[in-house]
Structures are given as structure tokens and as C-alpha cells.
């Protein structure tokens, strides 16, 4: 008796554990999706939500959502904490520094980032010990000058930006892109200064911007002049590359010989966040080896994850980069320097 006693005991547990776990499975609604903010460029954000940001909503019942504007757009609503505030943000290496400085950026844990180990050794050692645990890398930037292969002679030299036939037809960064700094560095280089004496690229720029026919802030602007027939000659960012090479009209891409700079566009975790194992997860996911390649394939970003293969004529495959032996900008150099030359350009160059 005690003995059907226990088996009718053990059946009924066993059926309202089953019960419980299909009700659980398939008639208890799934908890609503938590909600994250990422501030970004939203510089090809169509490739981005279909190559990162719906696989990761899937994956983690998360929705994303999308702060965008330029850089010091996006930086000045950080430090004035305004609403939305981000979980995550993408800057250049020197803002994430300027971040940093101001304590509005957690320390990362990379343990909880394994594909930072992915990052190419090199550019992790190129970071600043003070930047390091801040801030990871997600691609690189480097300087390079755009042209009209159809309407003008090949160039070799970055002052050949200032060649007669391309007057009237000269693009520029503004001071406060991303690529203005490393603009305004690449032609003190030429002209005799250096990355922390930029006086003579003041000088220089004083006497040929007349030349200039405008100054982008937009990551989209080259692609968009240059179609339009309204410049013919530009320095420009790795992420613009596919976009010029893809135009109606014909632009070749080179290295000068004075050499070319480059930055890191960095992710990081934003002080306050109430969702920090997330942003981690976010972080990783970004850097993983086929986010990484499928996102240099769609034309958005080089990886820096060094397991991406990518075919040598690729716009994003970064080895010419190593080979070329291009300077890192350090970021506490361009950050402590920042104000004074965003002063010195509105005044003496935009002004």
C-alpha cells in the first residue's frame, strides 16, 4: 500500500514538474525586452542593424537603441549628461581619453571581452596605459587622400592637394571631425612642423585656403561632393573608401609619400549604466571574428580582429597599413592639444 503510496506521489510530482516546465516554455510570455542606448555616428547604420544590431536584439532579447551625430555633437551631449544617456558609445581614441579624464566612462573588466585578445597585438600596444581598460578598439582610421582619376594627373605628394589644377576643387575636414586633427597634423608633417608643433600647418593652411572649397563634418560629405562634381581632391578616412571607390565618377585612393596617421575608433561602457553586462556582451559580440569581417564585406568598418581574412585588394583589408608604417596619433597628445587648435582653425583657417 505505502509502496503505490509513494509511486502515485512520484507520478503526480513528475507531471506537475512537466506541466510547469511546458507552461513556462511555451504558455508564460517571454519578459520584455530590456532597452540599451548606443551612441554612434550612424555612419552606415543600415549594414550595421542587419549585421550586428538585430542578430544581438535576437540573441539577448535586447532593443537597441540608436543615438546618432558627429562626434563632438555626441561627446558635448555626454558631458552634459543630457537624455537619453547612452550604455555605449563609439568615439575616436582621443575623445574616449577626453572621457575618461572626466570620469564619465567605467573602468572595463576585459575579462568579460574575450575577442579583445583577437585585436592585433600591434594596436593594442600602441594604446596609452591611461586609455587601455576605457575604451577597445572596434577599427582603425587612417589618413589617406581621395582624387578625380578622370581630371587630374597622379599624385604622389600630400602638397599636391595644392596644384593649380585643383583649385576651387580642395575638401577639408573641419577641426572638430574625426579626421581634422589628423588633417591638420599631415599638413604640419609636410611643411616642416610636427604632431605636437603645428604652427607651420597654421601657416600653410593661411596662404592655401583659398583653394578650399569647403570643410566637411559629415562621415558621408566626400562621397556626397565628389559625386556631385563639386571637389575633385580630399583627404578622407578609411570608412570612406568603398563608398568613393563605388561613386559614378572615378576616385583613386593613396598614400602619400610624406607618409599617412592614423586613430583608433574606440567602444566603451558609459559611466551610470544600468545595463553594464550587456554593454559587455554588446562589446565582445562587436569584435568577434565574423561580425568583424562580415562588417569590412558590407563596405562599413576595417576589422581589427586579426583572424579576418579579407582578398589584398580589399578597401578594408588593413596589412598595407603595417606595411606603410603610418603614425599613431596619440590620443593624449590630440586631446590635450584639442581646444588650442580648434581655436587656432576657426580663427585663422574657417574664419
Known amino acids: 500500500m505505502q509502496k503505490k503510496l509513494l509511486v502515485a506521489v512520484i507520478v503526480a510530482i513528475v507531471i506537475v514538474a512537466a506541466g510547469y516546465w511546458y507552461y513556462q516554455t511555451y504558455l508564460l510570455p517571454p519578459p520584455p525586452p530590456r532597452t540599451i542606448y548606443i551612441s554612434h555616428w550612424g555612419f552606415g547604420w543600415d549594414q550595421i542593424k542587419k549585421i550586428v544590431i538585430e542578430p544581438f536584439e535576437s540573441k539577448y532579447n535586447v532593443k537597441i537603441v540608436l543615438i546618432s551625430g558627429t562626434t563632438s555633437e555626441r561627446f558635448t551631449k555626454l558631458t552634459t549628461k543630457a ?146 562634381g563639386e571637389v575633385e581632391i580630399a583627404p578622407v578616412l578609411r570608412y570612406n573608401w568603398a563608398p568613393l571607390k563605388n561613386l559614378s565618377v572615378p576616385v583613386d585612393i593613396i598614400y602619400p609619400v610624406e607618409g599617412s596617421l592614423y586613430v583608433l575608433n574606440m567602444i566603451s561602457v558609459v559611466n551610470g549604466s544600468k545595463n553594464i553586462d550587456l554593454a559587455y556582451k554588446l562589446i565582445d559580440f562587436w569584435l568577434s571574428t565574423e561580425i568583424q569581417k562580415n562588417l569590412a564585406l558590407a563596405g562599413v568598418d576595417a576589422p581589427i580582429n586579426s583572424e579576418v581574412s579579407l582578398p589584398p585588394d580589399h578597401p578594408f583589408n588593413i596589412n598595407p597599413v603595417f606595411n606603410n608604417k603610418p603614425l599613431y596619433l596619440n590620443p593624449e597628445v590630440l586631446a590635450k592639444n584639442l581646444k588650442s587648435w580648434v581655436d587656432a582653425w576657426k580663427s585663422r583657417v574657417e574664419g
Open 83 to 228: 537624455e537619453p544617456v547612452p550604455d555605449v558609445i563609439f568615439l575616436p581614441d582621443y575623445y574616449t581619453y577626453q572621457a575618461q579624464q572626466k570620469g564619465l566612462l567605467i573602468k572595463l573588466d576585459l575579462s568579460k571581452i574575450p575577442n579583445y585578445e583577437k585585436v592585433y597585438k600591434i594596436l593594442r600596444d600602441q594604446i596609452p596605459k591611461s586609455l587601455a581598460e576605457y575604451g577597445v578598439p572596434f577599427t582603425i582610421q587612417d589618413l589617406a587622400l581621395a582624387y578625380r582619376t578622370d581630371r587630374h594627373s597622379k599624385i604622389t605628394s600630400w602638397k599636391d592637394m595644392w596644384r593649380d589644377d585643383f583649385k576651387g576643387k580642395v575638401l577639408m575636414p573641419t577641426i572638430t571631425a574625426t579626421s581634422g586633427p589628423m588633417a591638420l597634423v599631415m599638413t604640419s608633417l609636410t611643411y616642416g612642423g610636427s604632431i605636437e608643433d603645428v604652427e607651420p600647418g597654421f601657416k600653410a593652411l593661411e596662404v592655401l585656403k583659398k583653394d578650399i572649397v569647403t570643410f566637411y563634418t559629415r562621415s558621408s560629405d566626400p562621397q556626397t561632393l565628389f559625386e556631385r
